[in-house]
């Protein structure tokens, strides 16, 4: 778990480091899934579901799932999120951020902050026996404190031997009718959708890009972690977000 969770935390770090105004998605995720081959990992939307991509790359209105096309500039000022997910060794991990390119010139940087930040506390949060949903409560309640909403359709989920594994749905709202516990020694993608109006995210025509509808702005944040009686350990953490 910790090499495919260093191949996926550095392969991300690495492409927010490469992507540059100009460059279309398709070259970004080109240099995405030369880093993965270099770990000896393979890229886990394609092996798993068929993606037409190595990594999902979503842009501003989109909200996951953006494939990355050939005709897909990137702009200064763009909300950018990059999730990258790859299997190793028979291993999974998971790992996403979103940034804005170049200098903040329609404002994003706040949602992307609040997202981070939401992300790292709620981490810290989790305990061993504690509701899934408690989880879901936490990170709503703290999107709302920023002025935000979440996106309630995507979720985290368990990972290891395979991309989901249970728990299957690790919500950013409360729902009552979950109800699993988080467990000493599990492993999880834990993942932030906050939004800036909607709460559901829309397919696309083309079968898997999810956008807003509405549009607003999403920003996602995910790490890969393992549950511990202390502090967590953030497998994905050699990537900062």
């Known amino acids: 778990m910790q090499a495919a969770s ?11 480091e490469y992507a540059r105004p100009g460059m279309s998605c398709k070259e970004l995720d080109d240099y995405g899934g030369s880093l993965l ?9 394609s092996k ?11 842009v501003n209105h989109e909200v996951a799932h953006g494939i990355p096309r050939k005709d897909k500039m990137l702009a200064a000022g763009d909300l950018v999120n990059i999730d990258v997910s790859a299997e190793l060794n028979g291993y999974w991990s998971d790992n996403g951020g979103s940034f804005v390119l170049g200098e903040d010139v329609s404002g994003h940087a706040k949602l992307v ?7 790292l506390n709620a981490i810290h949060y989790i305990k061993p026996g504690m509701k899934v949903a408690e989880l879901g409560r936490f990170i709503e309640l703290s999107a709302k404190k920023e002025g935000y909403k979440v996106i309630r359709n ?5 990972i290891g031997r395979s ?4 728990p299957h749905s690790i919500a950013n709202f ?20 906050i939004s800036t109006g909607a709460r559901n995210a829309k397919e696309l025509n083309d079968g898997w890009t999810l956008v807003t509808g509405d549009e607003s702005f999403v920003a996602q944040h995910e790490h890969t972690i393992v549950i511990t009686e202390k502090a967590p350990l953030i497998l994905t953490a050699a990537n900062d977000i």
Do not use: Q, W
């Open 113 to 119: 902050n609040a997202s981070r930040s939401i992300l």
């Open 163 to 166: 991309l989901h594994e249970y």
């Open 174 to 193: 409360f729902d009552p009718y979950n109800r699993d516990r988080f467990k000493k020694n599990m492993v999880i993608a834990v993942e932030t959708f």
């Open 6 to 16: 260093s191949a996926v935390a550095i392969t991300l770090k690495k492409m927010r």
């Open 37 to 45: 081959e270099s770990f000896g990992a393979n890229p886990a939307p």
């Open 48 to 58: 798993t579901y068929g993606f037409p991509g190595n990594t999902c790359i979503s």
């Open 154 to 158: 995507l979720t985290g989920h368990g």
